[in-house]
């Protein structure tokens, strides 16, 4: 490729990005910020576009204090991100409609910014080749494979022949179905990286830039719930324009073909939807196809000699937590912090990620299929879904007494504390859990006591 050094300019120590995402913009501004010199591969054409063919890239993705941390370390200016029509809405209002029920809401106590994972791009690279620094995007340029020992990765541009192009480190940043996993996979010994792929049990549409006067002033959000069909559509308001996903498991888009389904489907299930926006919703419902909501991604290792793994690529979650995102940007920064932390030796950041960051992809793995069951989807039974029900009831009772004082470890671990690690909030809930399951049991062994004699004594 006429792009392609054939060894490192001016010695700055060689990075190859595989994947223009989150991911990999943030590694990218964060390691040529350390001094390297940074290459950047991305399939796509326009990856700051929607393609006709691509509006599942379209949906709605929100950024929370730990993205917010992570991007200012890598350099960027967060400000930008929230100038006017710039594709992104500071939110902090979130009306929960749920059919068949009073309206609820959350008044986030930080600042959180909803954009569609486009515009989260778009705006990433218009800064990214705005920084000044030795980095170069190349688009509709894919990976192919790679030799480890040679050091090389296989790049095909277009329709053209792939080419070698040679690394010090190498990043796979290329999502949920990365093939730089499934190079390194293959290149390392049996068994010294395994992988799973898990893909979530619901499906989603997009619906972009409905009018939708009455959903009052910008910066608001309203997510419609319905138990029935199985998930809730998410809607923002920005400009005048309803934006969102609807998101239900597979049965509950059996059946629905013309617009007319769609329409009767959101009049029962989410009653609160504005009727006038009913019609073009259900439009776009009806042509459009359905996309898997994510697919969880656990890795036993995220790298090998000279390579590493970040984002959806080593330790991909579903979008219950609203975490994917943020911790694929954690994972871009904290590869220019490990360097500089090992004295910008190169060679060493991709065990050192591992170390560093493996408990805490786990962890986070664990949180998000805790939420799946605690939200009801693995069904009504299920004893975490049971006691998710006894914490609320407490935790609700907690926070009405305390005013607000006693707030869920989730909810203030996960959002809004950048620094809290994942597996700290792991254990806590852990904690939390078996403290509740034992003062269940407590509670059932104390009536079994009080009511054992009455009944024998009644016999
Ligand atoms: C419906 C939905 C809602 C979500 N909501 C949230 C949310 O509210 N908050 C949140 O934090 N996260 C959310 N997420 C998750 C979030 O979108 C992802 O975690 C995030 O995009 C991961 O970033 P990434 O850069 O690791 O991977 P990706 O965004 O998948 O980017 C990977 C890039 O690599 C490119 N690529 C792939 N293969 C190759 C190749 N061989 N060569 C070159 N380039 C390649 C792809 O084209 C892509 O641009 C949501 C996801 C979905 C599906």
Redesign the pocket.
């Known amino acids: 490729m006429a792009e392609s050094p054939a060894a490192p300019p001016g010695g700055k120590p060689l990075v190859v990005i ?9 590694a990218a501004a964060a390691l040529a910020r350390q001094g390297c010199s940074v290459q950047v ?4 054409e326009h ?1 700051d576009r929607i393609p006709s063919d691509a509006e ?1 890239r379209a ?6 204090p730990r ?1 917010r941390l992570a991007l200012s370390k890598a350099g960027f200016d967060l400000e930008a991100f929230e100038r006017p029509n710039s594709g992104v809405v500071a939110v902090r209002d979130v009306k929960a409609l749920r059919s068949g029920k009073k309206q609820g809401g959350v008044r986030y106590p930080f600042k959180m910014l ?1 954009g569609d ?1 486009m515009s ?2 778009r705006l990433m690279l218009e800064q990214v080749e705005g920084m000044g620094l030795d980095i170069t995007c190349t688009f509709n ?4 494979g790679l030799d480890l020992q040679g050091r090389c990765a296989s ?1 095909r541009r277009g329709e053209g022949p792939a080419e070698p192009v040679p690394f010090d480190l190498l990043v796979g ?8 996993r499934g190079s390194l996979a293959e290149a390392l010994p049996p068994g010294q990286l395994t992988f799973s792929l898990e893909p ?1 049990p619901r499906l ?1 549409k997009v619906i972009r830039d409905v009018p939708a006067e009455e959903f009052g002033g910008g910066g608001q959000v309203s997510q419609f719930h319905s138990r029935a069909p199985g998930d809730s559509p998410f809607g923002r308001y920005e400009n005048g324009k309803l934006c969102g ?1 609807l ?1 239900m498991n597979e049965k509950g888009w059996e059946g629905l073909h013309s617009p007319a389904d769609y329409e009767a489907l959101i009049r029962t299930h989410f009653p609160h939807f504005p009727a006038a926006c009913v019609p073009q919703v259900a439009a776009q419902l009806a042509e459009r196809s359905a ?4 697919t969880r991604v656990s890795a036993s290792t995220f790298h090998g000699p000279g390579v590493v793994l ?5 330790h ?4 219950l ?9 954690q ?2 920064a904290m590869l220019g912090e490990l360097l500089v932390a090992h004295g910008g030796c190169l060679e060493v950041v991709p065990a050192a990620f591992t170390a560093a960051r493996k408990a805490d992809a786990d962890a986070l793995l664990w949180l998000d299929k805790r939420s799946h069951t605690r939200l009801g989807f693995e069904g009504r039974w299920a004893p975490r879904f049971l006691l998710a029900q006894v914490q609320g009831a407490v935790r609700g009772a907690l926070e009405g007494l305390t005013r607000g004082a006693v707030r869920p470890w989730v909810t203030s671990g996960l959002y809004e504390s950048p620094d809290l690690r994942y597996s700290t909030i792991k254990r806590r809930l852990m904690i939390e859990d078996a403290a509740t399951a034992a003062a269940l049991l407590g509670a059932a062994a104390a009536a079994l006591r009080w009511l054992a004699p009455r009944l024998t004594g009644a016999a």
């Open positions: 595989i994947g223009g995402g989150p991911a990999g913009l943030c591969f991305e399939r796509r990856p599942d949906f709605v993705v929100g950024l929370n993205g909803l994972r989260w791009v340029t894919a990976c192919e790049i940043a290329d999502g949920v179905y990365s093939k730089v979530a989603y996903t998101r996309h898997v909501a994510s970040i984002g959806d690529a080593a991909a979650v579903l979008p937590t609203g975490n994917g995102m943020n911790s694929a940007l994972d871009g």
